[in-house]
């Protein structure tokens, strides 16, 4: 039990993928200008690399080390032209304002750093419970900062109008300079929750058996 918690958290605060590893941000920084961005984004990359680790984990043994990086590729590739098409067919809009990104998640290096550190070499179940905490270690992220950014930028949640019309939006936070910095806000919070889960009387070991 201790194991499966420390494997989910892993990806959730403890080694964030966003604000502890960092990789993934030319998306993440993108994308955020709005919620909707936001959630599309977190829901494309949580599938995919959830479908992605199952798929690997389950038929780990049986891909050659020779060409395992080639078929972590395809089966990447396949899940992540899956979502694209879905998305083209019943969110057209969505597809369009999320541009590239959707289709080069196949190179995501959280998806291939999690298939190939992880994914290969446990069983499934833990490959799930992994593959979960980055995804919704990714989301929470992804989609706070698409809240502030688009609420302190437009002054709208999801397009609805949410603070008074007499708000004068703040360019700043839609532009890439107000990205950056609330992107550190939230490195900063990932940070103290981290600090403070490790401090706790629950605060477990990682999957490699450190604090």
Not at 151 to 160: A, K, R, S, V
Request: glycine share 8%.
């Amino acid at each position: 039990m201790k194991r499966s918690t420390a494997v989910f958290l892993q990806g959730l605060i403890i080694e964030n993928p966003l604000a502890i590893i960092m990789i993934g941000l030319c998306s993440a920084l993108a994308v955020t200008t709005s919620v909707a961005n936001g959630i599309g984004m977190s829901l494309a990359m949580t599938f995919v690399i959830v479908a992605s680790e199952f798929i690997i984990s389950a038929f780990r043994k049986l891909i050659p080390e020779s060409v395992r990086i080639p078929i972590f590729i395809i089966i990447i590739a396949a899940f992540t032209t899956m979502v694209d098409l879905v998305m083209k067919a019943y969110f057209p809009d969505l597809s369009k304002a999320m541009g590239v990104f959707i289709p080069l998640i196949v190179v995501n290096c959280i998806i291939m750093g999690r298939v190939e550190a992880f994914a290969s070499k446990e069983p499934v179940p833990h490959a799930i419970l992994d593959a979960l905490g980055m995804g919704l270690g990714y989301t929470w992220v992804l989609v706070g900062m698409s809240v502030v950014r688009e609420l302190l930028g437009n002054g709208t949640i999801l397009g609805i109008q949410v603070l008074p019309e007499t708000y004068q939006p703040i360019l700043f936070f839609v532009l890439p300079p107000g990205g950056f910095l609330v992107f550190a806000l939230f490195i900063s919070l990932n940070l103290f929750l981290k600090k403070k889960w490790l401090e706790s009387p629950l605060g477990c070991p990682d999957p490699e058996g450190g604090k």
